[in-house]
C-alpha cells in the first residue's frame, strides 16, 4: 500500500539553527500539509499546500517557517531559526484531491522527532 | 471556533468488554468529521468520515455513528491489538481540527 514517506525519523538540533524536515508524499495526491503534535498534546495543523502554494496556514505558522516542493516528488518544512518550543513531532499528511468537495482522507507520515536544545 | 473535546482521556477495558468513545465537536457547517487511530511513535491511520447525522460506519469491531453535536466510537468485544490513541477530527477548511484523543487499553 503506498505510503507517505518521512527523514529523518529524529532530529536534534540546537536553539536557533535551521532545519528541515522532508516528506514524500503519495505519488497522485496534490494535497499536503504538515501537522505537529507536541508530546501529550493535540495534533495541530500548521500548513496546508495545493498547486504549488499555500492554501490555508495557522497562527504557528510564522515568518520562522516555510514549505517547497523543490520538485516531483519531496515536500519540505524548513523552520529558519528553531525554538525550544517548536520541539516535537512532526507530521506530513497527503490526499487525493477528489471532483467533490474538500472531503477526502489524510494519509499520514510515521513523522520527525525534533528536539530543539 | 471549531473544537473538538473527545471523553474520556483514558479507558481502560479487559479483553472481551464493549464500550464506546465520545466526541463533541463545535464547527460552523460540518463537512466531515474523521475517527483516526494513533499507535505511540506513529501517524494517525484513518478509520472512518462521517458526514451527516445518523450516518454509520462500520470496520470489524468498531462503528462510528454521528449526530448532530456528537460522535460515537463503538467498540465491541475489543483485543489487545485495539489498544492505541483514538483521534476524532472535524474538517475546517482544507485542515483537520483534532481533539485531544482517547487512549485505550485493552488487557487480557
Known amino acids: 500500500e503506498p505510503e507517505v514517506t518521512q527523514t529523518p525519523s529524529h532530529q536534534v538540533t540546537q536553539m536557533g539553527q535551521e532545519v528541515i524536515l522532508r516528506c514524500v508524499p503519495i505519488s497522485n495526491h496534490l494535497y499536503f500539509y504538515w501537522y505537529r503534535q507536541i508530546l501529550g498534546q493535540k495534533v495541530e495543523f500548521l500548513v496546508s499546500f495545493y498547486n504549488n502554494e499555500i492554501s490555508e496556514k495557522s497562527e504557528i505558522f510564522d515568518d520562522q517557517f516555510s514549505v517547497e516542493r523543490p520538485d516531483g516528488s519531496n515536500f519540505t518544512l524548513k523552520i529558519r531559526s528553531t525554538k525550544l518550543e517548536d520541539s516535537a513531532m512532526y507530521f506530513c499528511a497527503s490526499r487525493l484531491l477528489s471532483g467533490q468537495a474538500t472531503n477526502e482522507k489524510l494519509f499520514f507520515g510515521s513523522g520527525t522527532q525534533l528536539s530543539v536544545l | 471556533e471549531d473544537q473538538v473535546t473527545q471523553s474520556p482521556e483514558a479507558l481502560r477495558l479487559q479483553e472481551g468488554e464493549s464500550s464506546s468513545l465520545n466526541c463533541s465537536y463545535t464547527?460552523?457547517?460540518?463537512?466531515?468529521l474523521f475517527w483516526y487511530r494513533q499507535d505511540p511513535g506513529k501517524g494517525p491511520e484513518f478509520l472512518f468520515t462521517l458526514y451527516s447525522a445518523g450516518e454509520e460506519k462500520e470496520k470489524e469491531r468498531l462503528k462510528a455513528t454521528l449526530t448532530k453535536k456528537e460522535s460515537f466510537l463503538h467498540i465491541t468485544a475489543p483485543k489487545p491489538e485495539d489498544s492505541a490513541t483514538y483521534l476524532c477530527?472535524?474538517?475546517?477548511?482544507?485542515?483537520?481540527?483534532f481533539g485531544k484523543g482517547t487512549t485505550l487499553s485493552v488487557s487480557s
Open positions: 477530527a472535524v474538517q475546517a477548511g482544507t485542515a483537520l481540527i
Open positions: 464547527v460552523s457547517g460540518l463537512r466531515g
